[in-house]
T-cell receptor, first 112, second 115 residues
Framework: LAKTTQPISMDSYEGQEVNITCSHN???????ITWYQQFPSQGPRFIIQ?????VTNEVASLFIPADRKSSTLSLPRVSLSDTAVYYC?????????????WGAGTKLIIKP | EPEVTQTPSHQVTQMGQEVILRCVPI?????FYWYRQILGQKVEFLVS????????KSEIFDDQFSVERPDGSNFTLKIRSTKLEDSAMYFC?????????????FGPGTRLTVL
């Protein structure tokens, strides 16, 4: 299972775009990249997933370069409620033993 | 929107006692998981469960832990003889392989406090 590396923490301000980059140098061919958000004392919540290039949903965008050794989660126009820990994970969903291996995540603090 | 539920939300127990944490996964999901998160630390995988048997387990999931799907809707984690270091948030998750994405749906968690 590939390991991921993310910044431990980031600060930003309301209304700004926030980009969190994750490196996964040992990503395997069948691995997908998935991002989760976790608020204190709550379960993690799925944000977005991708395999390559760019994926966008109503919450975020995910940019994945051609070599797939990194990915960037982009949160447009953040608000105070986006303060949370963001986790980048990689895993092979075709593997019947698919499991999520969690790193420390990035603690994002949004300031007014 | 369907959701994973967990009970109780908070469980306090004495060291050495047995606890059972309960989860109701999303009804059409077939893959179930337990994770734990010690306060201030990262989420740790415990066990995955499919087709009424354990698919994978971590080093943490030793003989004091067991999982069961007793009635087709509930998914339980039993800790036989709790230790102080078992104090943590325990999250249940479920996944539908057929949707084509990696989204595991997490429950709100059970906070276990061992005294």
């Amino acid at each position: 299972l590939a390991k991921t590396t993310q910044p431990i923490s980031m600060d930003s301000y309301e209304g700004q775009e926030v980009n969190i980059t994750c490196s996964h140098n040992n990503i395997a061919t069948n691995d997908y990249i998935t991002w989760y958000q976790q608020f204190p004392s709550q379960g993690p919540r799925f944000i977005i997933q991708g395999y390559k290039t760019k994926v966008t949903n109503e919450v975020a965008s995910l940019f994945i370069p051609a070599d797939r050794k990194s990915s960037t989660l982009s949160l447009p126009r953040v608000s105070l409620s986006d303060t949370a820990v963001y986790y980048c994970l990689v895993g092979d969903r075709m593997d019947s033993n698919y499991q999520l291996i969690w790193g420390a995540g990035t603690k994002l603090i949004i300031k007014p | 929107e369907p959701e994973v539920t967990q009970t109780p939300s908070h469980q306090v127990t004495q060291m050495g006692q047995e606890v059972i944490l309960r989860c109701v996964p999303i009804s059409n999901h077939l893959y179930f998981y337990w994770y734990r998160q010690i306060l201030g630390q990262k989420v740790e995988f415990l066990v995955s469960f499919y087709n009424n048997e354990i698919s994978e387990k971590s080093e943490i999931f030793d003989d004091q832990f067991s999982v069961e799907r007793p009635d087709g809707s509930n998914f339980t984690l039993k800790i036989r003889s709790t230790k102080l270091e078992d104090s943590a948030m325990y999250f249940c998750a479920s996944w539908d392989w057929d949707t084509g994405n990696n989204e595991q749906f997490f429950g709100p968690g059970t906070r276990l406090t061992v005294l």
